[in-house]
């Protein structure tokens, strides 16, 4: 078994006190039952998280680079997005 | 020396001597994941002798846990035969790893429910740590076991030839029985069966056999040792005896 026949995952870990899994890195395995124990391995010795999601690379769809312009620029001056419009009433708090 | 203080002795070096085994393949392992799946396995192991190498020198009340890990001659460490035996090859490794870890898990466990507070103590640390141990040798015995012809091949020798060395586990030393008698840990002759059933199940996942003769050498645990551990201390008291005194 070489490493070569082993397909790439990408790893994301929940730490302690986050709610979402945050990508970390890559590694190489078999199956994603390896996949899974090679993260809590590699990615997670210095109580980097209490989850870990693993997928195969092959499975994640990127963006185009080359289509940045048309799929990003266009959301520049609208800034009537953000929701700052509002006036928030004194008494509400953590907003 | 007392019972107790040679029993704690006998687990330090356990882990220690393994550690040891296991951190040579730090840097040569077959592929990054697992350099450092073994590495982490080695610090724990590790990790739990400097537990028990405490505990050893505060029963001993002389020697301080860096004399009773680096400066004690080869007759004196406990450790099982077993552990002490050359890595060979990743499937030989491997092989030593699910044999010992299926038995370290038991112990631990009996530890659980000793009177001694420390033997305890550490044991509810360490026995989460075991359990991954535990886990990764037996997804491992199946992949390869259950792999490809060569991988099994390789395995299947791997086995046959460790053999030997695991009935040393279940015989009781001296200082076992001194504290088997006050009831401080069971006979480990008392979890042979579990043992058994568990490697015979993961063996059977993994297309293995279980050797049909009786595993016969011991001598570890009275400091009768074969020829390997006089290397794996030289190599690790070397600096310590060239420079008594050496810290960091």
């Keep these: 078994m070489s490493q070569k026949d082993w397909p790439l ?24 039952r ?36 048309q799929f990003y620029d266009p959301a ?12 928030v009433p004194d008494d509400i708090e953590h907003m | 020396m007392n019972a107790l203080t040679d029993y704690t002795l006998h687990l330090a070096d356990n882990q220690l001597i393994l550690g040891q085994r296991l951190c040579e393949w730090c840097g040569h392992n077959f592929v990054l994941e697992q350099d450092i799946a073994m590495s ?26 860096d004399d009773l890990a680096m400066l004690r ?15 060979g090859d990743f499937a030989n490794t491997l092989a030593r790893q699910f044999f010992y870890d299926v038995f370290h898990l038991f112990q631990l466990e009996d530890h659980l429910k000793s009177s001694d507070e420390s033997l305890r103590a550490i044991a509810e640390k360490a026995v989460k740590e075991v359990r991954y141990h535990v886990t990764w040798s037996s997804e491992w ?13 390789r395995l299947q020798h791997a086995v046959n030839k460790i053999w030997m060395w695991t009935g040393e586990m279940f015989e ?8 088997i008698e006050k009831k401080i840990i069971s006979n480990p002759k008392d979890f042979k069966l579990s043992w058994d059933q568990k490697i015979q199940e993961i063996l059977t996942e993994a297309t293995l056999k279980l050797p049909l003769e009786e595993p ?16 794996i201390l030289a190599e690790m008291q070397s600096l310590q005896r060239t420079y008594p005194g050496l810290a960091w």
């Design chain 1, 9 to 32: 995952w990408e790893v994301f870990i929940r730490s302690r006190q986050g709610l979402d899994h945050k990508h970390v890195g890559s590694l190489h395995a078999a199956d994603a």
């Design chain 1, 34 to 69: 390896m996949a899974m124990e090679n993260a809590r391995d590699v990615y997670t010795r210095r109580l980097e998280g209490v989850s870990i999601w693993v997928v195969e690379s092959k499975n994640i769809h990127a963006s185009n680079p080359d289509e940045a312009a």
């Design chain 1, 76 to 87: 520049e001056d609208k800034a009537y997005r953000h929701p700052t419009f509002y006036n």
């Design chain 2, 40 to 65: 982490n396995i080695a610090l724990d192991l590790i990790g739990q002798a400097r537990s028990y190498y405490q505990y050893a020198s505060k029963l001993d009340g002389k020697k301080s846990e």
């Design chain 2, 73 to 87: 001659g080869e007759r004196e460490y406990k450790n099982l035969l077993l552990l002490e035996q050359p890595n």
């Design chain 2, 141 to 153: 015995m199946i992949r390869l076991g259950d792999g490809t012809t060569e991988s099994h091949a």
């Design chain 2, 172 to 179: 009781a030393s001296a200082f076992e029985k001194d504290l």
């Design chain 2, 216 to 231: 016969y050498q011991h001598g570890g645990k009275d400091g009768l040792h074969t020829e390997h551990l006089g290397y």
